[in-house]
């Protein structure tokens, strides 16, 4: 059973989440529903912060002038080490080493995309080793693209936050303190997607934003080809390492994090909670695009405890209908904030991933899907039955059950720090990795 913290924590907060969710049903109309808002008041923010203090560097980018949606990129300090494959031959055969380690002294890295000092490759000694790996913690990237041989291209992993569509943001401390998990232990390059909120903007405006997203991922991809079909590159000036020349064609329009370590040709979608409809969602979307968000491919996703449910209740409705933290009688109010009035259907194909008017693309054409559930969460059986309908078609959807664990329990702030949020993260690399790795460095486990 959940620890008593956390059943008291959990009383607290559904207190609190049904006062606002009761009072934005009376006030639908609060702000401006043109442009939107990402964020509440009440969710605690982290700044965006370009120095690898923790070995992740991160930005925000809005993306869209039309509209609030935005998004925050997680920049993980691997991508300054050059992939160096090396083989040797011991007693046992050939032993392989996909990617040097930041302890490896003998490789030479970029520590500062600002500066274009290298550790001395020469030195052995401690005291250079510490420097180097005190002046990356101390540098920022200050949005200048690296020497072409220095990149390392990172698969990229779009990440949607919790919150019941009307809550929570990219931004936020805790979905910001996730995310550098997941960048780290899966070694990528995450994009949390800041979409619009309910009810200032209702289905499908979250939705459209996360393909809003892919669009402009693909767009980027694009113009930096352009600009090399030109001939031309982005490069530092060596007398000022303040400044850079940007001369080829679309140059000024690339985001230069993507441009120099992205690979959207291994793309995978993480949703959590109704994140997790929102990624299916784009997932079904980017299916039936086929080519025209190429290169971009969407090779897996992740849906971590999805927010789904039904006019039909499931066995864990009826019996953890007043479970911890977010109970169905508060899903059921974030639906009808989140759905056009006229629309309200708990068998809406939002919502429910197996009602049968769902539409294209059939199942099987489906990307490969990791399903998270909790024990003590009333959303898993629908979770689980949408992955046993996957795997009915011959799509691989393996299903992670944490016993003991609540919904959210390793996306929520008090429970980011247990030994099952971190085993959670660790158990999701091991399964993604098998579809971003590149042929010659796979991870063995």
Not at 106 to 112: A, G, H, L, T, V
Not at 139 to 162: I, S
Not at 252 to 269: F, I, N, T, Y
Not at 418 to 427: F, G, I, N, V
């Amino acid at each position: 059973m959940p620890s008593v913290s956390v059943k008291l924590y959990s009383l607290f907060f559904k207190l609190i989440l049904k006062r606002r969710l009761q009072n934005r049903i009376q006030n639908p109309n609060l702000t401006d529903t043109s442009f939107g808002v990402t964020s509440r008041p009440e969710d605690t923010t982290a700044p965006a912060n370009p120095v690898f203090t923790d070995g992740v560097a991160t930005k925000d980018i809005h993306i869209d002038p039309s509209s609030s949606l935005s998004i925050r990129i997680f920049l993980p300090d691997s991508c300054l080490v050059k992939p160096d494959v090396r083989t040797k031959r011991s007693g046992s055969g050939l032993e392989s080493r996909s990617f040097p380690s930041n302890s490896d002294n003998r490789i030479p890295r970029r520590y500062s995309y600002g500066s274009p000092e290298t550790c001395n490759v020469a030195s052995t000694q401690g005291n250079r080793r510490n420097s180097c790996s005190m002046e990356l913690e101390s540098c920022a990237y200050r949005g200048y693209t690296p020497f072409t041989h220095k990149c390392r291209k990172l698969p990229l992993m779009v990440q949607f936050h919790g919150g019941g569509f009307v809550a929570g943001s990219c931004d936020s401390v805790a979905n910001d303190f996730f995310c550098r998990r997941i960048a780290k232990v899966c070694d990528v390059i995450v994009v949390a997607v800041g979409y619009r909120l309910a009810p200032e903007n209702r289905y499908p405006a979250a939705f459209e934003d996360g393909m809003r997203v892919l669009h402009w991922l693909a767009k980027q991809v694009n113009l930096a080809e352009c600009g090399k079909s030109f001939g031309k590159k982005v490069e530092l000036r060596k007398a000022d390492v303040q400044g850079h020349v940007v001369d080829a064609f679309g140059a000024s329009l690339v985001e230069p994090w993507l441009a120099a370590h992205g690979d959207p040709s291994r793309c995978v979608l993480l949703g959590v909670s109704c994140g997790g409809n929102i990624a299916d969602y784009v997932a079904r979307k980017s299916v039936e695009s086929g080519t025209l968000l190429s290169p971009l491919k969407v090779v897996a996703q992740v849906l971590m405890y999805p927010f789904f449910i039904g006019n039909a209740p499931t066995r864990s409705e009826i019996k953890l209908s007043n479970s911890y933290f977010f109970d169905k009688s508060m899903g059921i109010l974030a639906w009808r904030l989140f759905l056009p009035e006229d629309e309200f259907n708990l068998d809406h194909p939002a919502a429910n991933p197996l009602t049968p008017n769902r539409g294209a693309p059939p199942l099987k054409q489906m990307p490969p899907t990791l399903t998270v559930v909790a024990e003590h969460d009333w959303m898993r059986d629908r979770a689980i039955a949408y992955a046993q309908e996957l795997k009915k078609v011959n799509v691989d959807a393996p299903v992670l059950d944490y016993k003991d664990c609540v919904h959210e329990f390793a996306t929520l702030d008090m429970l980011l720090r247990t030994p099952e949020a971190q085993a959670c993260a660790e158990d999701i690399a091991i399964w993604v990795k098998k579809y971003i790795s590149l042929r010659g460095h796979e991870f063995s486990y």
